[in-house]
Each structure stands twice: as structure tokens, then as C-alpha cells.
């Protein structure tokens, strides 16, 4: 069966610092990758995702940026963190072509201090 | 610009009680509707899905939703809730792309 990890589960950066946080899909080969940022009272939105290795697409400019480096691995990155990047980090894969339903991972609590 | 609007933001219920959750989308063409449900501490997961045919769908722990075309609506219903239903219960549609596009959530709240 299939089964997605995310890491850290939650994370505190100061301002400036750096972020990295990961992705893993396991039980699936060339799934789509999605990250998603959750905050309260206004649902999921959609920040990358990915059809294939190193192919990515961003939804919404921002600092924040994706990677995936690996079939299976799928990264959110920034040189230097936000106050506004504090947030519920969700990765999810899904069926390439989309149409089928997408199968989310634990989340990452972020907090930028 | 494509976009689902779910109009309850924050629902609080009696056990027993009937819950009916609205889901309306912006989209012209062909569409997947989808009710995904995250329960305290859990991760998000699928409740039910439409893609052709019938358009009332079952779902697991007896949810339902009505897909109505001429609204652009996916309403989510369970006749009699329960405690153990409090969760946040998100509507998404795939408007034939790899992408889900999430409304903004409805908090239900049940009290035994």
C-alpha cells in the first residue's frame, strides 16, 4: 500500500534563516506532488506541484521554493524565512493525469519566530 | 478564475441533529468534486467523490453529497450526526487538470 511521510512534523525558524522541509511517497512510482499551505479560515492552497522529476509548477509567487530531486521526493525550500511563512505545510500525491483523488501527508507545523 | 466557495464557515450541531454543508463551484466545463474531511489530529482524507453518473454519491460513515450541474453545487449531507463527526470538512474540485482547487473549509462542531 501506499503511504506518504512528511518531516519534520513541526519546526521553529527564526526570521532569515533557512527552511527545508520533505517529502516522501512511498508504494507508487511517477506520482504528482503537491505542496499545500493550510491556514485557518482560508482552506488549502495550492503551493507547487510536480508531474515528474525536476518538474515543477508554481501556483503563487512568494519565498518559498520546490524541488524534486527524486521520483518519489519532493522538497519546499527558502533562503531566508518569513514572519508570513509561519503555517500548516501539506504534502500530497496523487495519479498522474489528476483526475483521480489526491492522498494527503501528515502535515508540518511551521512557526517563523 | 476558478474558485469553490463553501458558505458555513463554522457549524455547531447537537448529536442527532441533520447536517447539510454547501459547496459551490465557478467553473464551466467538465468537473471532479470531491469531500475531503481532517478529523482532530489526523490527516486529511477523502470522504467521498464524484466524477460521472449518478449524482448523489455515498460516502463512508454515511455522508452524502448531490451534485446539481444547474446550481454548480456539491452540497455534503448526513441525515443524523454524530459526536465523533466533528472534524473541518473541505470541498475541492478538479477542473480536468493535475490540480484540486480546495474551498475554504467549514469547522463542524457536534455536541453529545
Known amino acids: 500500500s501506499q503511504t506518504i511521510h512528511q518531516w519534520p512534523a513541526t519546526l521553529v525558524q527564526p526570521v532569515g534563516s533557512p527552511l527545508s522541509l520533505e517529502c516522501t511517497v512511498e508504494g507508487t512510482s511517477n506520482p504528482n506532488l503537491y505542496w499545500y499551505r493550510q491556514a485557518a479560515g482560508r482552506g488549502l492552497q495550492l503551493l507547487f506541484y510536480s508531474i515528474g522529476i525536476d518538474q515543477i509548477s508554481s501556483e503563487v509567487p512568494q519565498n518559498l521554493s520546490a524541488s524534486r530531486p527524486q521520483d518519489r521526493q519532493f522538497i519546499l525550500s527558502s533562503k531566508k524565512l518569513l514572519l508570513s511563512d509561519s503555517g500548516f505545510y501539506l504534502c500530497?500525491?496523487?495519479?498522474?493525469?489528476?483526475?483521480?483523488?489526491?492522498?494527503f501527508g501528515p502535515g508540518t507545523r511551521l512557526t517563523v519566530t | 478564475a476558478q474558485s469553490v466557495s463553501q458558505h458555513n464557515h463554522h457549524v455547531i450541531l447537537s448529536e442527532a441533529a441533520s447536517l447539510e454543508l454547501g459547496c459551490n463551484y465557478s467553473y464551466g466545463g467538465t468537473v471532479n468534486l470531491f469531500w475531503y474531511v481532517q478529523y482532530p489530529g489526523q490527516h486529511l482524507q477523502l470522504l467521498l467523490k464524484?466524477?460521472?453518473?449518478?449524482?448523489l454519491v455515498k460516502g463512508i460513515k454515511g455522508f452524502e453529497a448531490e451534485f446539481i450541474k444547474s446550481k454548480f453545487s456539491f452540497n455534503l449531507r448526513k441525515p443524523s450526526v454524530q459526536w465523533s463527526d466533528t472534524a473541518e470538512y473541505f470541498c475541492?474540485?478538479?477542473?480536468?487538470?493535475?490540480?484540486?482547487?480546495f474551498g475554504t473549509g467549514t469547522r463542524l462542531q457536534v455536541f453529545p
Open positions: 475541492a474540485v478538479n477542473p480536468s487538470t493535475d490540480k484540486l482547487i
Open positions: 500530497a500525491w496523487g495519479t498522474s493525469g489528476g483526475a483521480e483523488e489526491q492522498y
Open positions: 464524484y466524477f460521472s453518473g449518478d449524482p
